[in-house]
């Protein structure tokens, strides 16, 4: 059965995200705080758009969001002009942001205050898999709104798993940020060396991508990474937002992660080069200049 879902932010990511609930036959409102987003959005997917936040969910079944960082989510979900104070009671909260454990705790327990039930839900697979409807959905729910909330996150998501309670969403998409930092690390560091030995590395990527080195970042950018092409995903300031939020997290929970702090300290340095925006692959770029300098 169609619902009434309202969707807020209409990034590089929920765009998509609210147009697959659209085609899904839903009825959907959307909100960005960029108004012009939200109005190209309306004329490219069948839905509403609406100027307030409290307007846009009064009404909703569900309400999901897909904004920036913690300060943005508490913006959003707290306050009098906020999706808990104006969202009815019963209704079905849904956040894809990735953000803190802390924010995530803050904004569950103001929504169990209304009756309201909330999913952290953050997301992996980038542009790409939020444009094919291909995400791999992390989240953390009680088991009755996660069951009512499944059938719409599937509309854009491969995978859409139940993790846990509320926060454990967020905790797992720590874990697969950490991964993925030693990964395209070493997928980096690999090319490099191939390069600078005179291999052929699209050759050299054939061939160990059918052994045990094979990764999905090695078989969906490492093509890109060989031709200097750094556009492709999710930007490397928000890879060292994550990042920030992983380290904090673990530093709380007495854990040490050397790795990841370090590759954290390598986007620092590709920020310093101007690629704030580029993608994460950008860590040859990195490499390659370091070799310049040799």
């Not at 929920?14 to 960005?32: C, E, I, K, W």
């Not at 002009?81 to 803190?100: E, M, R």
């Not at 997928?187 to 699209?202: I, P, W």
Request: hydrophobic share 40%; proline share 3%.
């Amino acid at each position: 059965m169609p619902f009434k879902v309202t969707f807020i932010g209409l990034g590089v990511m929920g765009y998509p995200m609210a147009g697959h609930l659209a085609r899904g036959g839903h009825d959907v409102t959307v909100f960005n705080r960029t108004s012009a987003k939200a109005e190209a959005w309306a004329r490219d997917y069948t839905g509403k758009t609406s100027s307030r936040v409290a307007d846009a969910v009064r009404e909703a079944d569900f309400v999901m969001t897909c904004v920036g960082a913690d300060k943005d989510l508490r913006e959003v979900y707290l306050g009098p002009d906020g999706i808990i104070a104006n969202a009815p009671p019963k209704a079905i909260l849904i956040d894809h942001t990735t953000v803190s454990a802390q924010v995530t705790e803050d904004v569950a327990q103001a929504a169990r205050e209304r009756g309201q039930s909330f999913i952290d839900a953050p997301v992996s697979g980038g542009q790409q898999g939020a444009e094919n409807g291909q995400l791999t959905v992390m989240c953390g729910a009680e088991q009755a709104a996660f069951d009512k909330a499944q059938p719409l996150m599937d509309l854009y998501g491969k995978a859409v798993t139940r993790m846990g309670e509320p926060g454990k969403g967020q905790l797992t998409k720590m874990v697969n940020q950490i991964a993925i930092a030693g990964l395209v690390q070493g997928l980096s560091e690999c090319l490099y060396f191939a390069e600078k030995s005179g291999l052929d590395q699209r050759q050299v990527i054939d061939v160990i991508s059918k052994g045990a080195a094979q990764s999905w970042q090695m078989e969906n950018r490492a093509g890109t990474m060989i031709d200097g092409q750094y556009d492709h995903g999710f930007a490397v300031n928000w890879m060292r937002k994550d990042l920030n939020i992983c380290l904090t997290e673990a530093r709380e929970r007495g854990v040490t992660l050397p790795v990841t702090a370090l590759v954290d300290q390598f986007y620092a340095d590709v920020q310093n080069m101007g690629g704030e925006r580029w993608d994460t692959s950008s860590l040859l770029a990195r490499l390659r200049k370091l070799g310049d300098l040799d």
